[in-house]
């Protein structure tokens, strides 16, 4: 399958751009400036200026605060159409694991296509109404997250080669409301004779399962649509009859947004195409950032498909539909079977009947901590969070009084494979949290250990851990987190820009080092001999990092000046780390700041300076 169509936009990533004669009256404004103000804010500028939100893509900045435009198009004094719509670039938060990771949040009532993108090319587009709601019924919020996985080793089909990276994309474990589209780059030169696809990694049974796929050849990337999240990988195979073949699908007659659901199927090559779990793909009504007609590209064989969309926001659906997919489609020979589904009658309530139901969503906030494992059988495991106060939540305890909440329990009673537990703080007070994990109960199994993941989002930055929990122990600590004074949103935490460096000074406010200089006394030091260092790195600190500083005196080498170096720092933020170092030596020093893990020794050097301490 060649998923190269040179002629033929890709079915996701085609923007539609309005043309000046949309505009109902005729008459030309001028674009508000845009450029700093909240989304929230710039969608009622550009209401009261008579124009429209339109595409809204989400990207990590270091310098614009979360929520905020970081650029516009049209920009700001350009003349256009009443009703034209202008494309904003929406700040995600700081850059985060040298561009291969990104955090956005997207909520039920959100009215655009957000993307959530890294810098290496990865992305999530989410549509309207792909965000399900909270189990009371309420908009819910979700941190959409892409980590470059290092962890997972895919099983890869005989026949397939593996085209690029591995991309962790997040939650894991829900299951939205429609389906949200990944992309992941390919690496390498694309050929027009080896078929690509997208894979799933199924964490219950370890499985790669492909998806239909598409090729953008501008960005050198594919794309494929799913309900869930997993470990995703990209692959390729020659081009044979057995190859995939193609459905032309199109919604350009339809004023609703409709999904076609592979309801029932029998395959022309089972064995080929072992890896296929059924398919479903989502066309728009012609919103920006999201196409109304594509090519849809699946397994050969027999389908009946069943088209579902909200009538006067109930979901109905169609009766199933034939469809007969029967040549392999390639760039020789680009056969597609047509599907119009604008005009499809949705006289059934409800959705098509092979589409999953939704998981409500949790809590998130400026830190969500939240517990995943899978099993096919009913098992328990908990979550315990141990706030820098002392005070734990766990499920007996819910609820902290800094506002901490345990808001989904997995139990034997109430088991659902793959649903995490979550706890989430909207506002967190700095300091370290604990994480535990306890093998509560292998409920009417025999299990006796379990692997699972732990997936942080601490202000804006995405971590994800695994391990496995052990029967027969208590809650044990897992991993320690900090969350710092104003994260890297502000707060007391710089914008930037950052570069590897360590600064000494001798007093500290807050946010910054005062009064630094090459030259101290110890008499007019904090305690008779306290500093501090400004660590400052050009790339994103892992959250359990602290600051070491070390002082070679020309003597006895390298002296290591820190005053508890299994604690946290003073001050940690995504790119900065002030510590406090005691001296009790004069003289000329040369100084050197590294980052450390906590309770490890990989050292990273992040630069140095000269300084002298006297009497």
């Given at each position: 399958?060649?998923?190269?169509i040179?002629?033929?936009?890709?079915f996701?990533?085609?923007?539609?751009?309005?043309?000046?004669?949309?505009?109902?009256?005729?008459?030309n404004?001028?674009?508000?400036?845009?450029?700093?103000?909240s989304?929230t804010q710039a969608?009622?500028d550009?209401?009261?200026?008579?124009l429209v939100s339109?595409?809204?893509t989400q990207?990590?900045?270091?310098?614009v605060?979360?929520?905020?435009?970081?650029?516009?198009?049209?920009?700001?004094?350009?003349?256009?159409?009443t009703?034209?719509?202008?494309n904003?670039?929406?700040?995600s938060?700081?850059?985060?694991?040298?561009?291969t990771?990104a955090?956005?949040?997207?909520?039920?009532?959100t009215s655009?296509?957000?993307?959530?993108?890294?810098?290496?090319?990865?992305?999530?587009?989410?549509?309207?109404?792909?965000?399900?709601?909270?189990?009371?019924?309420?908009?819910?919020?979700?941190?959409?997250?892409?980590?470059?996985?290092t962890t997972?080793t895919?099983q890869?089909?005989?026949?397939?080669?593996?085209?690029?990276?591995?991309?962790?994309f997040?939650p894991?474990?829900?299951?939205?409301?429609?389906?949200?589209?990944?992309?992941?780059?390919?690496?390498?030169?694309?050929?027009?004779d080896?078929?690509?696809k997208?894979y799933?990694?199924?964490q219950?049974?370890?499985?790669?399962?492909?998806?239909?796929?598409?090729y953008?050849?501008?960005?050198?990337?594919?794309?494929?649509?799913?309900?869930?999240?997993?470990?995703w990988?990209?692959?390729?195979?020659?081009?044979v009859?057995?190859?995939?073949?193609c459905?032309?699908?199109?919604?350009r007659?339809s004023?609703?947004?409709r999904?076609?659901?592979?309801q029932?199927?029998?395959l022309?090559?089972?064995?080929v195409?072992?890896?296929?779990?059924?398919?479903?793909?989502?066309?728009?009504?012609?919103?920006?950032?999201?196409?109304?007609?594509?090519d849809?590209?699946?397994?050969?064989?027999?389908?009946?498909m069943?088209v579902?969309?909200?009538?006067n926001?109930v979901?109905?659906?169609?009766?199933?539909?034939?469809?007969?997919?029967?040549n392999a489609?390639?760039?020789?020979?680009?056969v597609?079977?047509?599907?119009?589904?604008?005009?499809?009658?949705?006289?059934?309530?409800?959705?098509?009947?092979?589409?999953?139901a939704?998981?409500a969503?949790?809590?998130?906030g400026?830190?969500?901590?939240?517990?995943?494992?899978?099993?096919?059988?009913?098992l328990?495991?908990?979550?315990y969070?141990?706030?820098?106060?002392?005070?734990?939540?766990?499920y007996?305890h819910?609820?902290?009084?800094?506002?901490?909440t345990?808001?989904?329990?997995?139990?034997?009673s109430?088991?659902?494979?793959?649903?995490?537990?979550?706890?989430?703080?909207?506002n967190?007070?700095?300091?370290?949290?604990?994480?535990?994990?306890?093998f509560?109960?292998?409920?009417s199994?025999?299990?006796?250990?379990?692997?699972?993941e732990?997936?942080?989002v601490?202000?804006?930055?995405?971590?994800?851990?695994?391990?496995?929990a052990?029967?027969?122990?208590?809650p044990?600590?897992?991993?320690?987190?900090?969350?710092?004074?104003?994260?890297?949103?502000?707060?007391?935490?710089?914008?930037g820009?950052?570069t590897?460096?360590v600064?000494?000074?001798?007093?500290?406010?807050?946010?910054?080092?005062t009064g630094?200089?090459?030259?101290?006394?110890?008499?007019?030091?904090?305690?008779?001999?306290d500093?501090?260092?400004?660590?400052?790195?050009?790339s994103?600190?892992?959250?359990e990092?602290?600051a070491?500083?070390?002082?070679?005196d020309?003597i006895?080498?390298?002296?290591?000046?820190c005053?508890?170096?299994?604690?946290?720092p003073v001050?940690?933020?995504?790119?900065?780390?002030?510590?406090?170092?005691r001296?009790t030596d004069?003289?000329s020093?040369?100084?050197k700041?590294?980052?450390?893990?906590?309770?490890?020794?990989?050292e990273s050097?992040?630069?140095g300076?000269n300084?002298y301490?006297?009497?």
């Amino acid at each position: 399958m060649k998923k190269v169509i040179w002629h033929v936009l890709s079915f996701i990533m085609l923007t539609f751009v309005l043309s000046a004669c949309d505009g109902g009256s005729g008459e030309n404004v001028d674009v508000p400036a845009l450029i700093g103000k909240s989304q929230t804010q710039a969608v009622a500028d550009l209401a009261a200026a008579g124009l429209v939100s339109g595409n809204v893509t989400q990207q990590n900045s270091n310098t614009v605060a979360i929520g905020n435009v970081i650029s516009q198009d049209p920009s700001a004094g350009a003349s256009v159409a009443t009703g034209s719509a202008v494309n904003l670039v929406i700040s995600s938060g700081p850059t985060a694991s040298a561009s291969t990771s990104a955090t956005g949040n997207v909520s039920s009532n959100t009215s655009d296509v957000i993307t959530v993108a890294t810098g290496s090319g990865a992305k999530i587009l989410i549509p309207v109404g792909a965000v399900p709601k909270t189990v009371s019924g309420e908009n819910g919020t979700i941190a959409f997250s892409i980590e470059k996985d290092t962890t997972t080793t895919p099983q890869i089909p005989a026949g397939v080669s593996k085209n690029g990276d591995t991309y962790l994309f997040g939650p894991s474990g829900t299951v939205f409301a429609k389906p949200v589209a990944v992309t992941i780059p390919l690496s390498g030169t694309y050929s027009p004779d080896r078929e690509y696809k997208l894979y799933r990694v199924n964490q219950t049974t370890g499985v790669s399962e492909s998806y239909p796929t598409v090729y953008d050849p501008v960005n050198n990337s594919l794309t494929a649509q799913t309900y869930e999240f997993s470990p995703w990988w990209a692959g390729s195979s020659p081009t044979v009859n057995t190859a995939n073949g193609c459905v032309n699908v199109d919604n350009r007659s339809s004023s609703i947004w409709r999904t076609v659901v592979t309801q029932q199927y029998t395959l022309k090559y089972p064995t080929v195409d072992a890896g296929f779990d059924g398919a479903s793909a989502t066309w728009s009504n012609g919103a920006i950032g999201w196409t109304n007609h594509s090519d849809w590209y699946l397994p050969q064989g027999t389908y009946q498909m069943c088209v579902e969309g909200e009538v006067n926001g109930v979901a109905h659906h169609s009766e199933l539909i034939p469809v007969a997919i029967n040549n392999a489609w390639n760039y020789s020979n680009p056969v597609c079977t047509n599907l119009g589904i604008g005009s499809v009658a949705l006289p059934l309530t409800g959705r098509c009947s092979s589409s999953p139901a939704p998981t409500a969503s949790v809590g998130t906030g400026d830190l969500q901590i939240s517990l995943t494992w899978h099993s096919s059988a009913a098992l328990d495991l908990d979550l315990y969070v141990v706030e820098p106060s002392g005070e734990e939540i766990y499920y007996s305890h819910k609820v902290s009084s800094s506002g901490g909440t345990l808001d989904r329990d997995n139990r034997c009673s109430n088991y659902v494979n793959g649903q995490s537990e979550n706890i989430f703080w909207s506002n967190p007070a700095s300091g370290t949290y604990a994480i535990k994990i306890h093998f509560y109960s292998s409920c009417s199994g025999s299990a006796t250990s379990m692997p699972f993941e732990v997936r942080v989002v601490n202000k804006g930055v995405t971590t994800t851990y695994s391990g496995t929990a052990t029967q027969g122990s208590g809650p044990s600590t897992f991993k320690n987190i900090i969350v710092g004074s104003g994260g890297g949103t502000g707060g007391n935490c710089p914008t930037g820009p950052f570069t590897n460096k360590v600064t000494i000074g001798t007093g500290f406010n807050g946010t910054d080092i005062t009064g630094t200089s090459t030259s101290f006394s110890l008499s007019g030091l904090a305690n008779g001999g306290d500093l501090y260092a400004r660590i400052e790195s050009a790339s994103t600190f892992e959250p359990e990092r602290f600051a070491r500083l070390y002082i070679n005196d020309g003597i006895y080498g390298q002296k290591d000046f820190c005053t508890n170096c299994n604690t946290p720092p003073v001050l940690n933020c995504p790119n900065l780390m002030i510590g406090k170092f005691r001296i009790t030596d004069t003289g000329s020093f040369s100084t050197k700041g590294y980052s450390v893990p906590m309770g490890g020794y990989t050292e990273s050097y992040l630069g140095g300076s000269n300084i002298y301490i006297g009497q």
